[in-house]
């Protein structure tokens, strides 16, 4: 009916294909050692030019059956210098960045000398200069992400402080939520103003279980600094169904509120608060909801 259908064959190279390959690239492998290529790539480029660099690095041996996320340890992060390392595992946390971000997360104004070599990737960062963004292949990114989680805790939440600080002023409350939340930094996190900040988007049972961890690792001290932040996340425990956490959390801060720095009149508005969030427990009793209303 006038449809070309394209498959996995009209994008993976043929043993035929990756012999070519190879040899314009200066690389003179044999037919045998093309199909071997061939078999632990099964054709897929990225994997094939791995496959390139690993031969250019041993000078002439081909890996053929190496794992692919090794061998991209082996002859990309392990060829870039230290700076360009130090940079990429900056922006572990994002599936794409701009050069802005770049110099955001490495807290510098210009671009520092291996700047350069870690916006290239070695080939496995793409450029789309229409957006100015850069998408690191999905192979390097899983590699960089498992090499964060090497790093010792305190630079990991060091890192993903940034990463909130960020998207905060990105305007990506969201992803913001999700970064301090990793970073452990509730004062950051309670200081956003949570009221417009769909947590349920994340799936209801990721959600809930988020925001009570939010509730219960938080200190006191910052809850008593952020009470609004409790009530908006009362109102997540509801909207996911979690009515018991929900009321217990309601009675936290019922206590919580006579104990906050806050003058009588902002006090009494935070009870007011509290008083129409209860009543959306008593949904569809008119009698007691409307206790709440007038409370409130």
């Known amino acids: 009916g006038g449809v070309l259908r394209m498959g996995k064959a009209d994008f993976a190279l043929t043993p035929e294909d990756i012999l070519a390959y190879f040899h314009s690239a200066g690389a003179a492998i044999s037919p045998a050692q093309a199909a071997a290529v061939w078999e632990s790539t099964e054709g897929w480029i990225a994997a094939v030019y791995l496959e390139l660099l690993h031969y250019d690095n041993t000078r002439g041996i081909v890996s053929a059956g ?13 060829r870039l210098d230290g700076e360009a390392r130090r940079l990429l595992l900056l922006l572990s946390p994002f599936s794409c960045f701009t050069r802005q971000q770049l110099l955001f997360m490495a807290q510098v104004k210009e671009l520092p000398p291996g700047g350069r070599s870690a916006l290239g990737g070695m080939g496995f960062i793409r450029y789309d200069q229409r957006q100015g963004i850069y998408y690191p292949h999905t192979i390097l ?11 010792g805790e305190t630079y990991q939440k060091q890192v993903w402080a940034r990463a909130g600080q960020w998207n905060e002023a990105a305007g990506d409350k969201l992803c913001a939520v999700e970064c301090y939340c990793r970073a452990r930094d509730f004062e950051r996190l309670y200081a956003l103003d949570l009221s417009d900040v769909e947590l349920n988007t994340a799936g209801e049972g990721r959600a809930a279980a988020a925001v009570e961890d939010m509730i219960a690792s938080c ?4 809850k008593l600094r952020y009470p609004l932040s409790l009530l908006s996340l009362a109102y997540e425990l509801f909207a996911a169904a979690r009515h018991e956490q929900f009321l217990r959390l309601c009675g936290e801060i019922e206590a ?30 008119i009698r007691r909801m409307s206790e709440q209303h007038q409370l409130a």
């Open 256 to 285: 919580l509120i006579p104990q906050t720095a806050f003058d009588r009149r902002e006090q009494d508005r935070l009870l007011g608060e509290l008083a129409l969030l209860r009543s959306f427990a008593a949904y569809n009793d």
């Open 219 to 222: 200190p006191r001290d910052v």
């Open 66 to 78: 190496q794992d692919i996320y090794a061998l991209m340890r082996e002859v990309v992060w392990e």
């Open 141 to 151: 990114l899983e590699l960089l992400r498992e090499l964060f989680q090497e790093q």
